[in-house]
């Protein structure tokens, strides 16, 4: 066999390995989304994979390494609000209003995903391990979204407790889906309770 023929067969035997690997992936991803991680068999994933167990075990040695890939693909689609540009924004006031904007429009678009993600939360290891960086993104956003306010003391602490009830998508998920409000209500009603 040539060198260029064994070329030729490791990139196409890569490329196919590729693939099966995004397969599993993206059909986790799926399951996640519409079962729930807790729900989630690997089993379930290498069929809707239309792989065997044993392929879905080459690719990822357990679930928490599919976990990690299905993450980073799903967050890679669904990207999160961009912290620096509220930064930018001066007013307390305003950066409040335009967080909560970009965060409740994220929440609507990854309603199917968040749900389960936060039901599951003490269910799965796998689930707390990966949603601790979506806490510390929410952490960094709210300690954005104080600079500038005024208060002191127990002031300040109702102040910061009232911007991350604000941001929670649980806080979303109550006011518009259980409540009736419209994401602009919701937003609108965020911003007077945090309003100094």
Known sequence: MTDQKRTYRMKARAESQDRTRRRITESAVELHGTLGPSR??????AARAGVRRSTLYRHFPDEAALFVACSGHWASRHPLPDIESWAAVGDPGERLHLALSELYAYYEGAEPMLSNIVRDLELVDAVRQQFAMFLAYMETAQTILMRGRRGRGRAARRTQATVGHAMSFTTWRSLVREQGC???????????????
């Open 40 to 45: 989630t068999s690997l089993s379930a994933v």
């Open 182 to 196: 419209t994401p602009q209500e919701a937003v609108d009603l965020m911003c007077r309770l945090a309003a100094p």
